[in-house]
């Protein structure tokens, strides 16, 4: 069984450093260690039309967007394919196939969909197709047979429901599809980064993001105006480390370099954090820091996209190559899973064979 590896994003805008931490950095490490046949990343624009589809434009716009950061945080394109999920007609088909699995109870109860209706308050009037994304998503993972998912902890229920597919589907039709695994980050802290407002989630439609994209002054700007600790009003008050968003993130970005480079009084995070418990330690002094350490870590970033974006039309020839090789790839296993159904009529003879003796016996 080959070692393959799926993963993706919608380009619904640019990506952001929860991106970056949740799932884009380790798809470099995992795409420089070689140890896989096939990796594949989605820009999932049909996924992206299921609560945008009065605005495709919206979707249309941010494909290259989202196909820059993609090449600017590392990802090679002469290791890893990279296609657009609209242009990929069998998983339209695999999709529908698909939907006889599962109940309308089980789409509902999926953690990741209760969440993401609640906070689109769709109600009553929810679009069938964002309901039966998941199914989607499991077309997505076994349309190229992918036995590895990288992704942040909000995608496990996801995950789970195409196992769940897979399941049925292979006990109904025989051993044809593949249970993927999932991938999730190293460092817990990077499962899901909160904004910068403190909200659970950091959300391009909260407008509480730091993209990779963004300058220098924009990231210094929305660094010093992130949420701490409500009570810490005086410097020599003591602080609230927990549920404080600078401190999540440096939780992610702080490295012992750091300290050495922008803040050597102090030798690791572990030391910083205890003075800011007992007091004497200023917010705006840990704000400086993170942004010090974001500054370089998004810098080497923004520089290489502004790069790439001198050469669009190369970009957009690295979208269309690789989408032929998905395209290829999905339709081999689109025609495994109707062999295995039964409804690949012309291209089985012993079909054409079994109803031309079945109807010799009737008449």
Same mark, same amino acid.
Not at 41 to 61: C, F, H, M, S, W
Not at 136 to 145: H, N, V
Not at 309 to 336: F, M, P
């Given at each position: ?40 990343? &989605? ?6 039309? +299921? $609560? ?5 434009? !919206?979707?249309?716009? %941010?494909? /290259? ?122 460092? &817990? ?6 904004? +910068? $407002? ?5 959300? !391009?439609?909260?407008? %509480?993001? /730091? ?138 003879? !012993?079909?054409?064979?079994?109803? /031309? ?7």
């Amino acid at each position: 069984m080959e070692k393959n590896i799926l993963t993706g994003d919608r380009p619904t805008g640019r990506l952001h450093i929860g991106h970056y931490v949740g799932s884009l950095k380790r798809r470099v490490e995992i795409q420089n260690e070689g140890n896989y046949d096939n990796f594949y990343i &989605e820009i999932a624009d049909a996924q992206a039309l +299921t $609560d945008n589809y009065d605005n495709p434009g !919206k979707v249309r716009e %941010n494909v /290259i967007e989202v196909a820059l950061d993609y090449l600017a945080c590392g990802i090679d394109p002469s290791k890893v394919t990279i296609f657009i999920q609209s242009q990929i007609p069998s998983l339209c088909e695999l999709t529908f196939y698909y939907m006889n699995l599962v109940t309308l109870a089980r789409l509902e109860r999926n953690p990741t969909i209760k969440e993401e209706l609640k906070m689109r308050d769709f109600e009553k009037a929810i679009p069938t197709g964002f309901l039966t994304y998941p199914i989607s998503q499991a077309a997505d993972i076994t349309g190229f047979d992918a036995t590895i998912v990288p992704a942040g902890d909000d995608q496990l229920p996801m995950i789970e429901q195409t196992r769940d597919i897979v399941r049925s589907f292979n006990n109904i039709y025989g051993e044809t599809l593949y249970e993927p695994e999932a991938v999730l980050p190293d460092n &817990e802290a990077c499962f899901r980064l909160v904004g +910068t $407002d403190g909200k659970a989630k950091m959300s !391009k439609s909260l407008n %509480n993001c /730091i993209y990779l994209a963004d300058e220098p002054e924009v990231i210094r700007e929305k660094v010093m105006g992130m949420y701490t600790d409500p009570n810490h009003l005086r410097v020599e008050d003591p602080g609230q480390v927990e549920g404080n968003t600078v401190f999540t993130y440096l939780d992610v970005f702080a490295k012992p370099e750091h300290f050495d480079a922008y803040l050597p009084e102090y030798k690791n995070l572990d030391e910083l954090k205890e003075h800011y418990r007992r007091g004497g330690l200023g917010d705006v002094k840990i704000k400086r820091f993170l942004n010090d350490i974001l500054q370089e870590t998004l810098e080497p970033i923004r520089t290489r996209r502004k790069e790439l974006a001198k050469d669009i039309k190369g970009v957009y020839k690295i979208l269309e190559e690789g989408t032929k090789k998905a395209n290829e790839h999905c339709l081999r296993v689109t025609e495994r899973v109707k062999n295995a159904m039964g409804i690949n009529y012309f291209d089985d003879p !012993k079909f054409l064979e079994s109803q /031309i003796e079945k109807f010799k016996k009737e008449n």
